[in-house]
Nanobody, 126 residues
Framework: QAQLVESGGGLVQAGGSLRLSCVASGHTSGQYAMGWFRQAPGKEREFVADIRGSGGITSYSDSVKSRFTILRDNAKNTVSLQMNSLKPEDTAAYYC???????????????????WGQGTQVTVSS
């Protein structure tokens, strides 16, 4: 079992920045893919970014590409999400997730993740 705890959410004005962090404990390792998803009220959970493989391959949704950066520190079992140029439409609960990275991995598929954090709220005011 792995436990994921997110932190770093809050209220920020449009154009501002926030950095989310996720600390993983339990049975996690560099072989896990780590991802961030978000869910706004009344909407489905959507993929934001992930980092996977020994080389730290990253993927981003089109809506956050060039504004968000996912980083991983295997020594600290931490994954972070640096969010710049925030927009009101980025407002959502953000969730950290971990899954066993494998050849059949589908980028952005929530079903490939085995563990989820409780979420941290990000609110961007206009």
């Amino acid at each position: 079992q792995a436990q994921l705890v997110e932190s770093g959410g809050g209220l920020v004005q449009a154009g501002g920045s926030l950095r989310l962090s996720c600390v993983a404990s339990g049975h996690t390792s560099g072989q896990y893919a780590m991802g961030w998803f978000r869910q706004a009220p009344g909407k489905e959970r959507e993929f934001v970014a992930d980092i996977r493989g020994s080389g730290g391959i990253t993927s981003y949704s089109d809506s956050v590409k060039s504004r968000f950066t996912i980083l991983r520190d295997n020594a600290k079992n931490t994954v972070s999400l640096q969010m710049n140029s925030l927009k009101p439409e980025d407002t959502a609960a953000y969730y950290c997730a971990a899954g066993h990275y494998r050849a059949s991995w589908v980028i952005g598929s929530p079903g490939d993740y085995d563990y989820w954090g409780q979420g941290t709220q990000v609110t961007v005011s206009s």
